[in-house]
């Protein structure tokens, strides 16, 4: 799959380790990094740094990081809007882990947490399957992540009997889930943790056959003639990103779809500087853990090889050429500064047991996006559809409601199949709207009410 992959926390002897999410699975942010310690309770940034060396960060410190406690002084919590997440097989604790995690930082309950399999249904949770528990872990980080933005938004959780994998493998059944749930008026923003290289689209020559993404399309083609928001992670992988083997990486630069694709709004990965209170000590830069690593975990960021540039984008084409560049928008998704996600249930396959662990990813900041966009659907009193166009408006300059980001980059390295090292040179954030960060990051309630005003 490429549950835009988080990265969680697992290892042996305080040693951080990559475990990918299963067999045959990749993801568009192509690992889950499980970390070397599990917490009973939510720690704080101070015990995380005391026990595996990184950051870690709760919901309040995201809410006062992106300034949002003064929208939910005035009431603007999500109220009325439906976030809808998408996982290939869900969680089989999904239901007492959100509550647990609620109830650990004093979070309301959402209205409504509903679970459906409009395609299908999953076979049995197997705590032995590490794919299983790879999305399990997904869903949990998804689920609690767009709650802890817009506490007051209902939640449906859409799951699917088929992990996607690179290529077009759980696509259809992902893609036709969605336009059950659009065509139901069921929600009103949809975040998507997954994606695949484009170039693992081959057709029998095995050559990238754009027909195949553009035949896969007709879920967003339909949100946005309903109005629903569309959201993708850009992927972990930097300017890189996993072959068809979900194993070996690119040696050039490629893109992900669907967060390529033009009616989705594309989430790319930051890394934040926050104090145990969630003030910033030190501005936002893009996010990039390969030397936590030693492969590459930092956000997808670069040009389609697929789409053309489209329009909303042509005033940022110095940087973009004739193609479609993401992402569009950037939030939380370094593993050192992770988020403190409650698992609940078991996988070998993972290292997992119940407990609290600190993972990132764009996994993470499609989820916390969402719940961004709800709180900007309530404060227009309707819902805003394909934000592209007017996040392209408001830009990132003097008074926007955008932060930009000037600092990092997605370079990776890594060991090929013939175990010589390869380096993607990747793209580094700067002024303005870039490859590594996009127009930059949301600043505060001004961002919310811009969006909610059309930029």
């Known amino acids: 799959m490429r549950a835009n992959a988080c990265r969680v926390a697992v290892g042996l002897a305080g040693v951080l380790a990559a475990v990918t999410i299963g067999a045959g699975v990749a993801s568009a942010n192509p690992t889950f990094q499980l970390l070397s310690h599990q917490f009973s309770q939510p720690p704080t940034t101070a015990q995380c740094q005391a026990s595996i060396g990184i950051a870690c960060y709760n919901p309040f410190q995201f809410q006062k990081a992106y300034g949002l406690?003064?929208?939910?002084?005035?009431?603007?919590?999500?109220?009325?809007?439906?976030?809808?997440?998408?996982?290939?097989?869900?969680?089989?604790?999904?239901?007492?882990?959100?509550?647990?995690?609620?109830?650990?930082?004093?979070?309301?309950?959402?209205?409504?947490?509903?679970?459906?399999?409009?395609?299908g249904a999953s076979p049995p949770y197997d705590p032995g399957n590490s794919t299983m528990g790879g999305w399990a872990i997904e869903t949990s980080l998804d689920v609690e992540y767009a709650h802890a933005i817009?506490?007051?938004?209902?939640?449906?959780?859409?799951?699917?009997?088929?992990?996607?994998?690179?290529?077009?493998?759980?696509?259809?059944?992902?893609?036709?889930?969605?336009?059950?749930?659009?065509?139901?008026?069921?929600?009103?923003?949809?975040?998507?943790?997954?994606?695949?290289?484009?170039?693992?689209?081959?057709?029998?020559?095995?050559?990238?056959?754009?027909?195949?993404?553009?035949?896969?399309?007709?879920?967003?083609?339909?949100?946005?003639?309903?109005?629903?928001?569309?959201?993708?992670?850009?992927?972990?992988?930097?300017?890189?990103?996993?072959?068809?083997?979900?194993?070996?990486?690119?040696?050039?630069?490629v893109n992900?779809?669907?967060?390529?694709?033009?009616?989705?709004?594309?989430?790319?990965?930051?890394?934040?500087?926050?104090?145990?209170?969630?003030?910033?000590?030190?501005?936002?830069?893009?996010?990039?853990?390969?030397?936590?690593?030693?492969?590459?975990?930092?956000?997808?960021?670069?040009?389609?090889?697929?789409?053309?540039?489209?329009?909303?984008?042509?005033?940022?084409?110095?940087?973009?050429?004739?193609?479609?560049?993401?992402?569009?928008?950037?939030?939380?998704?370094?593993?050192?500064?992770?988020a403190n996600v409650y698992l609940g249930f078991t996988n070998s396959g993972q290292g997992v047991t119940p407990g609290y662990y600190v993972i990132g990813g764009t996994s993470e900041a499609s989820p916390q996006f969402a719940g961004v966009v709800a709180l900007a659907d309530q404060a227009a009193h309707e819902r805003l559809g394909l934000l592209n166009p007017s996040l392209y408006k408001m830009g990132d300059g003097a008074g926007s409601g955008i932060t930009d980001i000037t600092d990092g980059n997605n370079t990776v390295t890594f060991t090929n199949a013939l175990k010589k090292m390869v380096t993607v040179i990747g793209y580094h954030a700067g002024a303005g709207y870039d490859l590594a960060s996009g127009l930059g990051t949301v600043g505060g309630g001004r961002f919310v009410h811009q969006l909610a005003h059309g930029g």
């Open 69 to 119: 406690n003064g929208l939910y002084a005035d009431g603007i919590t999500g109220r009325g809007r439906t976030i809808v997440i998408v996982d290939s097989f869900g969680s089989p604790t999904i239901q007492s882990d959100l509550a647990t995690f609620d109830k650990d930082n004093n979070l309301p309950a959402p209205p409504s947490f509903e679970v459906i399999a409009p395609v």
């Open 150 to 253: 817009a506490p007051g938004a209902s939640i449906l959780l859409v799951t699917t009997p088929v992990a996607e994998t690179e290529g077009v493998v759980g696509f259809p059944e992902m893609m036709n889930a969605e336009k059950y749930v659009i065509d139901h008026n069921l929600g009103d923003v949809i975040s998507q943790s997954f994606g695949a290289t484009e170039q693992t689209f081959k057709n029998a020559k095995n050559m990238l056959d754009p027909g195949m993404i553009y035949s896969l399309r007709y879920a967003f083609q339909d949100a946005y003639a309903h109005h629903v928001t569309v959201l993708g992670s850009s992927g972990d992988g930097g300017a890189s990103d996993l072959e068809t083997n979900g194993t070996d990486f690119y040696p050039f630069r």
């Open 256 to 338: 992900s779809w669907p967060s390529a694709d033009p009616l989705v709004t594309s989430v790319g990965g930051t890394q934040l500087h926050l104090t145990d209170n969630g003030s910033r000590f030190a501005p936002d830069n893009v996010w990039n853990d390969q030397a936590l690593f030693g492969s590459p975990a930092s956000g997808g960021g670069g040009v389609s090889a697929v789409f053309s540039r489209p329009s909303y984008q042509n005033g940022v084409s110095s940087v973009t050429g004739d193609r479609r560049g993401t992402p569009d928008i950037s939030l939380s998704a370094a593993v050192n500064g992770g």
